[in-house]
């Protein structure tokens, strides 16, 4: 996992223009509500602490804050928090927001959260379970008993159905980009290998081509599960993480909402 994501963190924003983080960080929140528990063990000023694991430039971050939650925002790639700290200086809710450099397998807090988010597939991106079971173990490490853990995955069924052997093309303000997909069929992972490449204009007839390559993982259901109860996380509700409904055979995105034993 080598990745630094620096052509992809300049772009980032650019290509999940279809996300509506306001809406997504909506329907969050009101998750977080339903579930919030009596039982949570947490000092006052830690009751309305959500970390945001994997934050990218941010955005997540921001939408959590609007709803008057401080956040702290965990990223390994230093170009992602470039951006999200560029947002935060003409950010409302900048007093609400902090943000760490750190890989989440090595995850290293100054205390406890009482909510952890990792959204948009970012567990995919792990290369193996071994990586993945670390990420809980120490999101188990920092949350107050009673806490909740809110992530989501890519399906099986989007990997080979979606994903695989498919390029996605798209034309941004500043660039060319083409997304490929390479699918390597190998369960129970079945990883995709995607690379982008982004053409950016430097002269009437020149273009200068940066490429970023990483690849997502497939953790099932029943290994997920496995995971997280060894790390103490009992699960209260699954979702399509796009409906915010019951999943089907066809979901692509799966979001799962847990609680920390008290």
């Known amino acids: 996992m080598a990745e630094s994501y620096g052509a992809f963190a300049l772009y980032y924003d650019a290509l999940t223009q279809n996300v509506d983080y306001p809406a997504r960080a909506a329907r969050l929140d009101a998750l977080i509500r339903k579930h919030w528990s009596a039982d949570l063990q947490a000092c006052a000023e830690d009751r309305a602490l959500l970390l945001d694991l994997a934050c990218g430039t941010g955005s997540f971050s921001e939408a959590m804050a609007a709803l008057d939650w401080d956040v702290i925002g965990v990223d390994r790639s230093e170009d992602m928090l470039m951006r999200a700290l560029d947002k935060r200086y003409d950010s409302p809710c900048g007093e609400r927001l902090q943000y760490l450099c ?120 029943a290994l997920l599960m496995e995971m997280l109860n060894a790390a103490d996380f009992s699960l209260l509700e699954l979702l399509d993480g796009d409906t915010f409904t019951a999943p089907t055979q066809q979901t692509q995105r799966l979001l799962y909402i847990l609680r920390k034993g008290v």
């Open 102 to 221: 750190q890989d989440m397998r090595q995850l290293d807090l100054y205390g406890t959260v009482s909510v952890t988010l990792c959204m948009l597939d970012s567990l995919n991106h792990l290369p193996t379970a071994s990586d993945v079971r670390r990420v809980f173990s120490r999101i188990s490490l920092f949350t107050n008993p009673g806490g909740l853990l809110l992530f989501d995955v890519n399906t099986e069924y989007k990997h080979r159905q979606i994903l695989a052997e498919q390029c996605f093309v798209y034309e941004l303000p500043d660039a060319f980009c083409t997304w490929q997909n390479r699918l390597e069929n190998h369960a129970p992972h079945y990883p995709v290998t995607i690379q982008l490449d982004f053409f950016e204009a430097i002269g009437k007839e020149q273009y200068s081509r940066m490429t970023e390559r990483f690849t997502e993982q497939i953790y099932p259901h």
